[in-house]
T-cell receptor, first 111, second 113 residues
Framework: DAKTTQPPSMDCAEGRAANLPCNHS???????VYWYRQIHSQGPQYIIH???NNETNEMASLIITEDRKSSTLILPHATLRDTAVYYC????????????FGKGITLSVRP | GAGVSQTPSNKVTEKGKYVELRCDPI?????LYWYRQSLGQGPEFLIY????????DSGLPNDRFFAVRPEGSVSTLKIQRTERGDSAVYLC???????????FGPGTRLLVL
């Protein structure tokens, strides 16, 4: 699986959009970009995933650059409950279906 | 519907003891995964099952760790002769098929004294 790199931390104000960056410059054509988050003392929670098109669901939007070397997870109106560690994962399709987590980015939403 | 459940939520044991950790996947999910998370780190893959068989056990750290899924649903992770370094959160995830999105349980926090 392609290695992803994320800044260690960021913060944003409650009610504002949180834009979480991820670099995956070695991603291959058959690797999806997955985002999970982990709120303190809980299991990881699936957020969204995409291959090359931008994706949106009730939780977030995922913007993938045209060259697929980076992506941004957007939480449109961050709340205090969005404070968590966010993991960006490049996951290959096919037989190797495990997730390879890095250290993620810690998002702190301030009141 | 019900998510992935794991029992116990916390387990304290003494060095050298045997422990079993249980995972109940989402009903109908054929793939089941075990991960381990140490403090301050992301989860690390241990093993995954497709149905009853272990399709990939390359993440198991040594032969003290073993997992089963005899009927293709519930899975048990077994750790023999526990060591203090085994202390971690053990996470289970399941997916409808092996390439589909994985959904995680709350984890079992294991502390080896």
């Amino acid at each position: 699986d392609a290695k992803t790199t994320q800044p260690p931390s960021m913060d944003c104000a409650e009610g504002r959009a949180a834009n979480l960056p991820c670099n995956h410059s070695t991603i291959s054509g058959n690797e999806y970009v997955y985002w999970y988050r982990q709120i303190h003392s809980q299991g990881p929670q699936y957020i969204i995933h995409g291959l090359k098109n931008n994706e949106t669901n009730e939780m977030a939007s995922l913007i993938i650059t045209e060259d697929r070397k980076s992506s941004t997870l957007i939480l449109p109106h961050a709340t205090l409950r969005d404070t968590a560690v966010y993991y960006c994962i490049a996951r290959i399709t096919g037989a190797n279906s495990k997730l390879t987590f890095g250290k993620g980015i810690t998002l702190s939403v301030r009141p | 519907g019900a998510g992935v459940s794991q029992t116990p939520s916390n387990k304290v044991t003494e060095k050298g003891k045997y422990v079993e950790l249980r995972c109940d996947p989402i009903s109908g999910h054929t793939a089941l995964y075990w991960y381990r998370q140490s403090l301050g780190q992301g989860p690390e893959f241990l093993i995954y099952f497709q149905g009853t068989g272990a399709a990939d056990d390359s993440g198991l750290p040594n032969d003290r760790f073993f997992a089963v899924r005899p009927e293709g649903s519930v899975s048990t992770l077994k750790i023999q002769r526990t060591e203090r370094g085994d202390s971690a959160v053990y996470l289970c995830a399941s997916s409808l098929w092996e390439q589909e999105t994985q959904y995680f349980g709350p984890g079992t926090r294991l502390l080896v004294l």
